[in-house]
């Protein structure tokens, strides 16, 4: 495969940057076609061919198969502490139905998508939706801890296989000009569902017990199979190996170098965030003091600041490159991670004035990032997006598992995540951005500014 010379970040002339060809292109469709309607000419054909969902549709079916990992953990967080008290177990063993769920899912993120590769992206939707939501009613019946793990277990299986699929839906469907805004608007949309979530799990907490937000789980995991069911199908080439030969393509994709370089980045900002997912409600519930309502309007604020990023990516990369977007997004998430060491500690109020901007900055460089991951590999496209996904979760466990062991001082620890994290991310990326193998992905606005001043 030949592969561009361009450094990350740099400008390019694209075809579509004003050019005779593109002008005239462009006049056939007449005056009354939009600007968003010329950007989303570049789709695949599979996008129109939507007889039930429309466009519009698999947009928001994409956007809400991608928040299942969200939901399945942000909607019980308020109920943690209060399930540690109901098993009678401590806070660590509770911590499971959090942190396996995770290694489960991006276990089964590596199945799920291989064989989406193979036998399409709607039967592994119909499968794991399916047992997802089933799983969703076992943990609402569970009797003990040790019975809910479990189940969570089986939800995180079930749950994963949305969740790949999903992103290989948008490789599928949007080229590499257009899938850059697609992925800024799904990841908005989907971080949602952290400043959603909290607040009505603990909203469900005042009518019902803990067992009731399971049961909200299933009824959203039949939504989605509602959504799946009306779903046609979005892969063009299919793998037409056997079910080993599928897998053994994970194997492939991994060893593309500038894949497996930039998924590493790209999930290292997992731990910091992970880290503070897992510890927050006992941060704010038993370290200040908080309800578990007061307690979801803090993590909602948090949660803003997610929903903030990708969209405040798209705004300031018509004026600035890519890779100097990412240095200084990773360098704030270390200044902030240096602020929270210091006082973070004192106010529930300080500590949430100084995560948010690490949030917004973390949440930010999601866009590029994944827009350079899907970049590396032309197909393969289901291993791809089960390779990121497994990595970016698993090494979110990792941050969990730090954050959760017995610290005397958990906010300390998280702010030294943070500085570590930050300070990583900057060197690998202003290592591996000058490399060679690296495909690029071009920088439409830069690219058409200096035109213009060049004329």
């Known amino acids: 495969m030949t592969q561009s010379k361009t450094k990350v970040g740099e400008a390019v002339k694209l075809p579509g940057d004003g050019s005779q060809d593109e002008k005239a292109a462009l006049s056939e469709t007449g005056p009354h076609v939009t600007k968003f309607q010329r950007s989303n000419m570049t789709t695949s054909s599979f996008a129109r061919k939507q007889k039930y969902l429309g466009e519009k549709g698999l947009i928001a079916l994409i956007t809400f198969l991608s928040a299942f990992v969200p939901l399945s953990t942000d909607l019980y967080l308020p109920a943690l502490p209060g399930m540690a008290k109901y098993f009678s177990v401590s806070a660590d063993l509770a911590n499971l139905t959090l942190i396996l769920f995770f290694v489960f899912f991006a276990i089964g993120t590596l199945f799920w998508g291989p064989l989406s590769d193979k036998y399409g992206r709607r039967p592994v939707l119909l499968i794991g939706i399916s047992l ?15 019975h809910l793990i479990a189940f969570r277990i089986l939800q995180a299986i079930g749950g994963s296989g949305a969740f790949a699929v999903a992103t290989a839906m948008i490789k599928d469907v949007y080229d590499r000009e257009s ?76 060893k593309n170098s500038g894949f497996s370089s930039l998924i590493a980045l790209s999930s290292l900002p997992s731990i910091s965030s992970m880290a503070f997912i897992a510890s927050s409600s ?7 003091g908080l309800s578990p309502q007061v307690y979801s309007y803090y993590f909602a604020i948090n949660a803003l600041g997610m929903i903030t ?29 240096l602020l ?11 500590l949430t004035i100084a995560l948010l901007p690490a949030t917004i900055c973390a949440s930010c460089v999601r866009t590029p990032l994944a827009n350079l991951v899907l970049e590396q590999q032309r197909e393969d496209t289901g291993s791809a997006a089960a390779l990121l996904s497994c990595f970016g979760i698993f090494v979110g466990s990792i941050g969990m598992t730090i954050i959760s062991l017995n610290w005397s001082n958990t906010i300390l620890v998280l702010g030294i995540i943070m ?19 690296v495909m690029q992905v071009p920088e439409r606005y830069i690219a058409v500014a200096n035109r213009v001043d060049e004329s």
């Open 282 to 288: 006992y941060i704010y519930i038993n370290k200040f």
């Open 179 to 254: 899938r850059e805004p697609i992925l800024a608007m799904v990841q908005s949309m989907v971080l949602i569902s952290p400043t959603v979530a909290p607040v009505l799990g603990a909203l469900l907490l005042k009518f019902m017990s803990w067992r009731g937000v399971f049961l909200a789980l299933a009824f959203i995991g039949l939504l989605a199979l509602a959504g799946s069911l009306a779903l046609q199908e979005t892969i063009d080439k299919r793998n037409t190996g056997s079910m080993l030969q599928a897998l053994g393509r994970l194997g492939i994709v991994a």
């Open 419 to 437: 500085i570590m994290v930050g300070l990583v991310c900057v060197a690998l990326w202003l290592r591996i951005s000058q490399k060679s193998y």
């Open 132 to 146: 997802y939501s089933a799983a969703s009613f076992a943990c609402a019946g569970s009797w003990d801890i040790y």
């Open 309 to 337: 990023g990708p969209m405040l990516y798209m705004r300031i990369s018509r004026k600035y490159r890519r890779r100097s977007i990412i240095i200084t997004c990773f360098a704030m998430v270390s200044a902030c991670g």
């Open 340 to 350: 929270i060491s210091f006082v973070g500690g004192f106010q529930p109020w300080m």
